[in-house]
């Protein structure tokens, strides 16, 4: 980017700085969620409700909390992964990818991980990949999958406690 666009890179990394624009340097987690402001949205879907008396408001915003509530118990109760359906989803997809590394077990928790492009080294200890992705999302990134696949480990204890459908 500095070769593209110099002004751009400058204002990135000396006047917003790394941690407010990417995710890695980000101090704290994100959980995998990107928000714009909440209030807006609220306001937006609650527009008409809001020209009426508060009491009015109120129940609308209770109608909607408990209708919210009601379809998510409903989708809850049907989840037979011990994670969410869409993290599910994106670790089905890693397995995957992670059939075609091999793994060379370095000692009880670490793991040299290699593709035909790819190598990565997974520490499971500290639930940590050079590539990064599962040291930022706490999801098991393909590298770490192909670690468990090699020694038969619970893939699902590896995620984090957000994840979990039964949180």
Known sequence: ???R??????YLKEIVGFELWARAH???KRYNIMTSNIAESLNS???KAREFPVVALLY???AKMSSWFSDRRKIAAGIKSPITPLMEEKVRERWNEAETFKVNQLNAMEFDVRGDLIE????LSRRSCSCKVFDLEKL???HAITTYNSGKMDLYSF?????KSNA
């Open 1 to 3: 980017m500095e070769k």
């Open 5 to 10: 666009f110099p002004s751009v890179a400058r």
């Open 26 to 28: 980000f101090p704290s």
């Open 45 to 47: 879907m609650f527009k």
């Open 60 to 62: 609308a915003i209770q």
């Open 120 to 123: 990565a080294l997974v520490d």
């Open 140 to 142: 098991p990134c393909s």
């Open 159 to 163: 995620c984090a406690q957000c994840y």
